[in-house]
């Protein structure tokens, strides 16, 4: 059960964090994996240590939103691989610059950031991959989202969420469009990861976790054990669906 041996999986955003950690437990169920990062020696990072495991896994650079660079890269790693890409995990969200202010003091420079990564950049990636998958009948495309898509914060996220929920849009209607062709797409919402633990004041995190009722952050491993059974052949019959990652959080 859960087995990816022979599946190729690729995971944008995957230099650090929840992507990094998701790519690690699909190679380690056998998936050989494509980790794209802006960042080069971030890629280069995490596909070292998961060749280290003795799993298999390339690193590949490239912006994400940007269209034609997607597909070049994309083409790239299916020949190096031997295959065209049947599992896809579009991590990346997180855009480089200041987005994150009040709604209010954004411009239309700024506002563009997470949308064009949250919903651009997604599109490009499935772009690149979807014939291949409804073509031989099979494939995997996992969203990874936020519970801000569904629900007013005030916190400075009103792009970030715009993004987010623009991209949950898009994959229920891809999700519809391909399921004839044993193609599944889903979404993981995911609450508060643990790497915020290193970016925020204690008394902060403390006030987040108290509303969690697991009573803890989000574990990137976890998360990537949820990207697992999505894709899975076990999770064949699942497809169109939201699911909130986050420790039982009501206020998402
Ligand atoms: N961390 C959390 O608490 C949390 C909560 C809810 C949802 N999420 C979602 O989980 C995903 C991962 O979050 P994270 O905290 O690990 O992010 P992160 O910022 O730690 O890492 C994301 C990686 O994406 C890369 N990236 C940024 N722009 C890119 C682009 N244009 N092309 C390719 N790569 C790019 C960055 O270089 C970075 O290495 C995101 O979609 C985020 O919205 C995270």
């Not at 230099?15 to 994996?33: F, I, P």
């Not at 896809?88 to 239309?108: Q, Y």
Request: proline content about 3%.
């Amino acid at each position: 059960m859960f087995d990816l041996q022979g599946h190729r999986a690729l995971i944008t955003g995957a230099g650090q964090n929840v992507g990094a950690a998701m790519a690690t437990v699909l190679a380690r169920q056998g998936a050989s994996v494509i980790v794209n990062d802006l960042h080069p020696e971030r890629a280069e990072a995490v596909a070292d240590a998961i060749r280290a495991e003795g799993h298999s896994a390339i690193a590949s650079a490239w912006d994400v939103t940007d269209f034609d660079s997607t597909i070049d890269h994309v083409r790239a790693a299916e020949a190096e691989l031997g295959g065209h890409v049947d599992i896809l995990v579009n991590n990346a969200g997180v855009a480089e610059g200041r987005w994150n202010l009040p709604f209010r003091e954004l411009t239309p420079d700024l506002w563009r950031l997470p949308i064009d990564l949250n919903i651009y950049g997604s599109l490009n990636c499935t772009k690149a991959v979807i014939d291949g998958m409804c073509d031989t009948g099979w494939g995997r495309v996992i969203q990874i989202s936020s519970g801000s898509a569904r629900t007013g914060q005030n916190i400075n996220v009103s792009m970030y969420a715009t993004g987010k929920s623009g991209v949950e849009g898009f994959i229920r209607h891809l999700a519809a469009e391909t399921g004839q062709y044993g193609v599944t797409a889903n979404i993981l919402a995911l609450g508060q990861q643990s790497n915020l633990a290193e970016m925020m004041p204690p008394e902060i995190v403390d006030r987040i976790v108290a509303t969690i009722p697991i009573g803890r952050l989000g574990d990137a491993e976890e998360v990537g054990a949820a990207c697992v059974y999505l894709a899975s052949d076990q999770a064949g019959g699942l497809t169109g669906q939201t699911i909130d990652f986050n420790g039982g959080s009501q206020t998402r």
